[in-house]
Nanobody, 121 residues
Framework: QVQFVESGGGLVEPGGSLRLSCVAS????????MGWYRHSPGKQREFVAS?????????????IYAASVKCRFTISRDNAKNTVYLQMNSLKPEDTAVYYC?????????WGQGTQVTVSS
C-alpha cells in the first residue's frame, strides 16, 4: 500500500515563500518519478512539477515545471528519506490551491489529503 502525506502549507503574503514536503510510504519510492499537483476551486487539478526517479545517472533528478511556476518553484527529492519537496518562492495569489504529491504520471488510487496553500495580503 502506497501512501503520500503532504505538509508545509499555510497562509503567506504575495511574494513570500513556502516549502512543501511529501513523505511516501513503501520501500520502492526511489523507483518512481514523482510530481506535485494542485487543485484550485472551480478548476481541475493541474500539474505543477515533476522529478525523475534518479535511479540511474542518465535519469538522475531531471525536472519539469508548468509554465506558470517555472523559475519560481523548485522540486527536489531525498530518496533516503522517502521525501519529495517543493520550494515555492515569489508566491502569487493565483498559486492558492491544495497541493498534492503523487507519482508521475499520478496513480489515482493514491491521492492524499493535500496541504492548503493560501497566498493573500
Amino acid at each position: 500500500q502506497v501512501q503520500f502525506v503532504e505538509s508545509g502549507g499555510g497562509l503567506v503574503e504575495p511574494g513570500g515563500s513556502l516549502r512543501l514536503s511529501c513523505v511516501a510510504s513503501g520501500s520502492i519510492f526511489s523507483f518512481y518519478a514523482m510530481g506535485w499537483y494542485r487543485h484550485s476551486p472551480g478548476k481541475q487539478r493541474e500539474f505543477v512539477a515533476s522529478i525523475t526517479s534518479g535511479r540511474t545517472t542518465m535519469t538522475s533528478g531531471r525536472t519539469i515545471y508548468a509554465a506558470s511556476v517555472k523559475c519560481r518553484f523548485t522540486i527536489s527529492r531525498d530518496n533516503a528519506k522517502n521525501t519529495v519537496y517543493l520550494q515555492m518562492n515569489s508566491l502569487k495569489p493565483e498559486d492558492t490551491a491544495v497541493y498534492y504529491c503523487n507519482s508521475n504520471p499520478p496513480d489515482t488510487r493514491y491521492w492524499g489529503q493535500g496541504t492548503q496553500v493560501t497566498v493573500s495580503s
